[in-house]
C-alpha cells in the first residue's frame, strides 16, 4: 500500500510516515514507479511509532527505541529502561495534578464557608 493509503486506512499522520521512511527503519518497504509500499511489518512498526507518540515520547526517542528494537531480544532492557523512565514520569505528573485538585478543592471549600 502507498503512503497515502496507509495514512488514510491507518489515521497515520504524513509527518509520521515521513519520520519512519527518513530514518531508513523501513525492511520491507520499497518504492514502486516513486510511490512507497508499506507491508504487514511495516504497519506493525507504525503501529508502535504511534503508540511512543501518544505516550509521549519524542521525535528523538522514539527513533532510539524503533532502532533497539530491530536489535532484538538484546536490547529488551534499554526498551524497558526507556518505558520505566517515561512511566515514572508520567505517575509524577499525575501526583502533580492531584496536590493541584487538592488546593483547588480547599480553595473552593473555604468560599463555599465563607458564604454560609
Not at 13 to 34: D, F, I
Not at 53 to 62: A, L
Not at 80 to 98: P, T, V, Y
Request: charged share 30%; glycine share 6%.
Amino acid at each position: 500500500m502507498t503512503i497515502q493509503e496507509a495514512s488514510e486506512r491507518y489515521q497515520i499522520p504524513m509527518g509520521v510516515l515521513r519520520e519512519y521512511e527518513s530514518w531508513g527503519l523501513c525492511g520491507a518497504v520499497k518504492k514502486v514507479m516513486g510511490d512507497w509500499q508499506y507491508d504487514d511489518t511495516d504497519l506493525e512498526r507504525l503501529s508502535i511509532i504511534m503508540t511512543l507518540h501518544d505516550i509521549g515520547f519524542s521525535t528523538e526517542e522514539v527513533e532510539l527505541y524503533m532502532r533497539l528494537l530491530l536489535e532484538g531480544d538484546s536490547s529488551d532492557g534499554q526498551r524497558l529502561q526507556m518505558l520505566e523512565e517515561k512511566r515514572s514520569a508520567a505517575l509524577d505528573e499525575i501526583h502533580f495534578k492531584e496536590h493541584q485538585l487538592q488546593r483547588l478543592d480547599y480553595l473552593r471549600h473555604e468560599i463555599r464557608n465563607a458564604q454560609r
